[in-house]
């Protein structure tokens, strides 16, 4: 007999059919998982190509055969028709005007007609008279200073 992975303590002893049907679905599903993650691509890609029908029944018993939504008691699902028809008008009067605003031209933003840069002297560039700051750079001799001896 094959070894699907239990001992003997794990078999059921009442003879617990549903159990033991349990023990070997999980088994079997998980030596599929591992078989799948060591081949799974490969397996995937050559079902693909050489029996391409039996790769897409497969792929269509993947998805659910009918799809059951559930309503749950929400706001909306409260509300009375009427009232749901007062939100739908208050609705499209909002769009409405969101659109009229969005077709009328936007003011434009002030433009910069004319850009220059000033000069601002510091303090100690700025000369307070033009004539003295020339004396200062030629550092002429004053009269007292050319008779004296020293």
Do not use: W
């Amino acid at each position: 007999m094959v070894n699907i992975g239990y001992t003997a303590r794990n078999v059921d002893t009442s003879g617990n059919v549903y159990d033991a049907r349990r023990r070997v679905n999980q088994a079997f599903l998980e030596a599929l998982l591992e078989d799948f993650h060591q081949h799974g691509k490969e397996i995937i890609r050559r079902a693909g190509q050489e029996q391409p029908a039996s790769y897409l029944k497969c792929l269509t018993q993947l998805v659910p055969k009918e799809l059951t939504i559930e309503t749950s008691q929400t706001l909306i699902g409260k509300l009375t028709d009427e009232q749901l028809a007062n939100m739908i008008d208050t609705l499209d009067r909002q769009i409405a005007a969101a659109l009229l605003k969005a077709k009328q031209p936007q003011p434009e933003a002030p433009k910069l007609l004319e850009q220059s840069t000033v000069e601002i002297p510091t303090v100690s560039e700025s000369p307070v008279n033009p004539d003295q700051d020339l004396a200062r750079q030629h550092e002429y001799p004053s009269n007292s200073s050319l008779g004296q001896k020293q």
